[in-house]
């Protein structure tokens, strides 16, 4: 099982913009698909994007599409980030690394998901 750890959230503005991590350990991202989830307050955990490893293709959710960007660190198999750009406060959520199966790749569930990282949390304020 891979163990993640999230970094890069904490209180931003609105209008700005911010780079989340996710470093993997125990088992590298090439034996699965690294992606994100996010939690809003009093709503359900959703899913946000996910990157092929090998390919690198990535799949995003209709609400992220065009202001999000995934992304993996080509010269360390174990990194991967999402990119978010112009944040509003209802963009305010806990932001999850996930890593799956490599036959998952689609706009998941949460039960395509096989190890979460603790979240970092992203408030956007006005």
């Known amino acids: 099982q891979v163990r993640l750890v999230e970094s890069g959230g904490g209180f931003v503005q609105a209008g700005d913009s911010v780079r989340l991590s996710c470093v993997a350990s125990?088992?590298?991202?090439?034996?699965?698909?690294p992606g994100w989830f996010r939690q809003a307050p009093g709503k359900e955990r959703e899913f946000v994007a996910v990157?092929?490893?090998?390919?690198?293709?990535?799949?995003y959710a209709d609400s992220v599409k065009g202001r999000f960007t995934i992304s993996r660190d080509d010269a360390n198999d174990t990194v991967v980030y999402v990119q978010m750009h112009n944040q509003t406060p209802e963009h305010t959520a806990l932001y999850y690394c996930?890593?799956?199966?490599?036959?998952?790749?689609?706009?998941?569930?949460?039960?395509?998901?096989?190890?979460w990282g603790q979240g970092t949390q992203v408030p956007v304020s006005t």
């Open positions: 990157v092929g490893w090998r390919d690198a293709s990535s799949l």
């Open positions: 996930a890593a799956s199966s490599l036959s998952k790749f689609g706009r998941q569930s949460s039960r395509d998901v096989a190890s």
């Open positions: 125990g088992r590298i991202f090439s034996d699965s698909l």
